[in-house]
């Protein structure tokens, strides 16, 4: 890999965001439909030609939270901070606010709060995970920052995952992205299954936006993940992603052999047997192959979509739904400027992204 690597391109950030996002709004609708033999009776089994195949294009708190990942690395990098963990945390809790806000407050909390509040189009509650939502009610006075030793619950739902692949494409090395990617997903997920997929998925995305072949990215992921407690599961997942994409083209129902991506190294195991069948000409196709199952295809789109944008680029993907995509303008921005930070051409804009970790902390009143 050494000698193919690279400063990534623009393309492949904007690829990685948009893809992921793509994914989202085109598993979001039948993310609740829980057979694939529904979805594929209704929709069909190739790729629909519009997004709005079943209802009014929609993103949902996977690209939501995503954004706000990408907030977190800006925002440290305004402030000069390496230590992005606790920039996530408060990038969460702004999610959380974007979830829970009354809108008659939401104008009065908009201001000076950085480019993605400013957004009224992020306050949207789009089936935001329980486990989200109540981690980070919690954060809010909890005495410390959760921690892989100090974790906020059980949890290995897919909501960590989901939201990774930006702690990838901005890190310097792979080990900084497997391990800010972990302790960002643990302020929500406690279970090393939840957090240490998330590791993994931003490890592949930091190799593969630098010249990694995907296969080349998980055997260099492989490594990292072996050194962790109780990462057995996640390979496990991750074996039986591989053997099912060996053993020729993938059905719907084969996907579902790996379970339904609720739990995160499912999500993962499906987003990956989907990619590693995927060329630079099936994009559409592979991501209908990711949400066309029973289980939790906005997620596993997603994940998908991170993967295959940053394999092939934002010019890869299916113009036709790019143009129906919601929230394409600023997921382009965003992704844009992250590029430009970690490509270290200045320090973001400070009104967008202001130098400030803005973690909340409401003291309890009976403490
Ligand atoms: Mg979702």
């Not at 439909?33 to 529904?38: A, C, D, H, L």
């Not at 790729?47 to 949902?60: G, K, M, N, T, W």
């Not at 995970?129 to 005495?143: D, H, I, K, N, Y």
Request: hydrophobic share 45%.
């Amino acid at each position: 890999m050494t000698t193919r690597e690279a400063s990534p391109s623009e393309d492949l950030f904007l690829g990685c965001l948009l893809g992921g996002a793509l994914g989202d709004a085109l598993g979001y609708p039948i993310e609740f439909v829980r057979s694939e033999k529904q979805i594929i009776e209704r929709f069909g089994a190739t790729a629909p030609p519009d997004l709005s195949y079943a209802s009014e294009v929609r993103v949902s708190d996977d690209t939501q939270m995503t954004l706000f990942s990408a907030e977190a690395l800006l925002r440290a990098r305004s402030a000069g901070s390496g230590a992005i963990v606790p920039f996530a945390l408060g990038a969460y809790q702004r999610w959380y606010v974007t979830q829970e806000l009354a809108p008659r407050d939401r104008v009065r909390h908009r201001s000076g709060e950085g480019l993605l509040l400013a957004d009224p189009r992020l306050y949207a509650r789009r089936a935001p995970g329980q486990t989200c939502l109540s981690a980070l009610s919690s954060s809010f006075t909890r005495p410390s920052i959760a921690t892989i030793d100090d974790p906020p619950n059980g949890s290995k739902g897919c909501g960590a995952v989901m939201r990774a692949a930006p702690f990838g494409l901005a890190a310097r090395t792979r080990e900084d992205a497997f391990v800010v990617a972990r302790d960002a997903a643990v302020l929500t997920h406690g279970h090393p299954s939840g957090y240490l997929s998330a590791a993994y998925l931003a490890a592949l995305v930091h190799d593969i936006a630098r010249g990694a072949t995907l296969e080349e990215a998980m055997g260099l992921a492989d490594a990292l993940l072996v050194r962790e407690r109780e990462h057995q599961e996640v390979a496990a997942a991750l074996t039986r992603a591989r053997a099912l994409a060996a053993g020729g083209a993938l059905s719907p129902s084969a996907i579902e052999q790996l379970g339904g991506g609720w739990v995160a190294e499912e999500a993962l195991a499906i987003a990956i047997a989907c990619v590693l069948q995927a060329t630079a000409r099936s994009v559409a196709q592979t991501l209908w192959r990711a949400v066309a199952h029973g289980g939790d295809s906005d997620s596993t789109g997603s994940i998908t979509g991170n993967l295959v944008g940053v394999m092939f680029g934002a010019s890869a993907l299916p113009v036709h739904w790019l143009s129906q995509l919601e929230l394409r303008d600023l997921i382009e921005r965003v992704a844009r400027d992250l590029h430009a930070a970690a490509m270290g051409s200045g320090r973001p804009d400070p009104t967008d992204y202001p130098a400030a970790d803005g973690v909340v902390r409401v003291p309890r009143w009976n403490a």
